[in-house]
T-cell receptor, first 115, second 114 residues
Framework: DADVTQTPRNRITKTGKRIMLECSQT?????MYWYRQDPGLGLRLIYY???????NKGEISDGYSVSRQAQAKFSLSLESAIPNQTALYFC??????????????FGPGTRLTVT | QKEVEQDPGPLSVPEGAIVSLNCTYS??????FMWYRQYSRKGPELLMY????GNKEDGRFTAQVDKSSKYISLFIRDSQPSDSATYLC??????????????FGKGTLLTVNP
């Protein structure tokens, strides 16, 4: 089984709808991250969490919220989806310390389309 | 100027060729440099990382860092069709506890033709 799983893998939704993307990991890592990947823009950090009670905004958090339900689960929500949130979303995990925190393990991604 | 610049390609080479992938950066505080490989419809996976300047070799892959020029490279020897993927450079400045934050290049799409 995959160490980092994401659901759903693909989602098409309409403008204004609320949507949740879920991430689970079995690596036992404390740190979890949400990224989006857009053609021509690369990977950008949306939110990150160092543990269940430590959640922080990344570089592009507007329009998104997150919930860390447990060490192994980290969800990303789009409260009111808009078309420019159409992208590939990745969850990642890492251990703590140096250099372990640089080795981020990515899930397979969720392809989200907002129409 | 963007913090990390990476030529998006695409780059197409014949099997067996030596491939050179590069990134430049502007933040002199970057100290850890990584290369991730991303196959189509998959998440990125860490290929190699290097601390500060110098070379690191792992099989057919060699990572080089030249901090004086703010330039990093990944060389792939005897390239194989299975190396066809997007290669992303990433780097971080670990001061002040910010060692979680990776700054990624946009990725270079490589195709190795049999």
């Amino acid at each position: 089984d995959a160490d980092v799983t994401q659901t759903p893998r693909n989602r098409i939704t309409k403008t204004g709808k609320r949507i949740m993307l879920e991430c689970s990991q079995t690596k036992g890592h404390d740190r979890m991250y949400w990224y989006r990947q857009d053609p021509g823009l690369g990977l950008r950090l949306i939110y990150y969490s160092f543990d269940v009670k430590d959640i922080n905004k990344g570089e592009i958090s507007d329009g998104y919220s997150v919930s860390r339900q447990a060490q192994a689960k980290f969800s990303l929500s789009l409260e009111s989806a808009i078309p420019n949130q159409t992208a590939l979303y990745f969850c990642a995990t890492s251990d703590t310390g140096t250099p372990a925190s640089y080795e981020q393990y990515f899930g397979p991604g969720t392809r989200l389309t907002v129409t | 100027q963007k913090e990390v610049e990476q030529d998006p390609g695409p780059l197409s080479v014949p099997e067996g060729a030596i491939v050179s992938l590069n990134c430049t950066y502007s933040n002199s505080a970057f100290q850890y440099f990584m290369w991730y490989r991303q196959y189509s419809r998959k998440g990125p996976e860490l290929l190699m990382y290097t601390y500060s300047s110098g070379n690191k070799e792992d099989g057919r892959f060699t990572a080089q860092v030249d901090k004086s020029s703010k330039y990093i490279s990944l060389f792939i020897r005897d390239s194989q069709p299975s190396d066809s993927a997007t290669y992303l450079c990433a780097m971080t400045a670990p001061r002040g506890g910010s060692n979680y934050k990776l700054t990624f290049g946009k990725g270079t799409l490589l195709t190795v033709n049999p």
